[in-house]
């Protein structure tokens, strides 16, 4: 297997940002969300890179690459939940089919984690789908609990969507708990 390589998101990746959030997309809700909502993703991809080559920063960023190739995303801040105001919040995290179960997700997970720490937070938030089962899976393996739901209404159609809110608790120890041996 091919080293796994984490860097922070650039202008440049902004197309390869965009396929792989449609493409995810597509395997990961197909079943969950109506199939045009999913093709709509798959055709806007030239739009959503434009919109992401014009942002003043990828910073917040992460991007996964095996064996020269980009294989996966993640995106973090501080908690966009009110009821969480002092988190940080993984805002996405996305592995093309081809890269998952072979520690893509983790290692994009843990290296996030490690920067939060950097950042101040001992804490973290994420949103789900509630019927994304192999996403909560995920979560769950590394001490996420679930803390909450809600619903909302997705996209142009506001389709009404039901998401899990859920929390880390002290990431240090999720760290250590992680480390490489």
């Known amino acids: ?26 395997s990961a809700y197909s079943g969950i969300l109506p199939d045009d909502v999913i093709e709509e993703k ?6 959503h890179a434009e919109f992401l080559s014009t942002r003043k920063s990828l910073d917040n960023f992460r991007i ?35 890269f998952q179960h072979i520690g893509v997700g983790k ?38 609990s679930v803390v909450g739901e809600k619903t909302e209404p997705f996209g142009q159609r506001q389709i009404p969507m039901t998401e899990l809110i859920i929390k880390f608790d002290n990431l240090k120890k999720i760290l250590e708990d992680n480390m490489e041996r």
């Open 1 to 26: 297997m091919s080293e796994i390589l984490i860097r922070k998101g650039t202008k440049g990746d902004a197309l390869a940002i965009a396929e792989i959030h449609a493409y995810t997309w597509q």
């Open 42 to 47: 798959i055709k806007g991809i030239p739009a």
């Open 64 to 98: 996964a690459e095996v064996g020269g190739k980009v294989a996966g995303l993640l995106t973090y801040s501080k908690s966009r939940d009110a009821n969480f105001p002092n988190s940080a919040e993984i805002v996405s995290i996305y592995v093309l089919p081809k």
């Open 107 to 144: 290692k994009l997970f843990l290296s996030a984690i490690g920067e939060l720490v950097e950042l101040g937070y001992s804490d973290m938030i994420l949103n789900v789908l509630k019927e994304n089962k192999k996403a909560i899976g995920f979560y769950t393996r590394f001490g996420g």
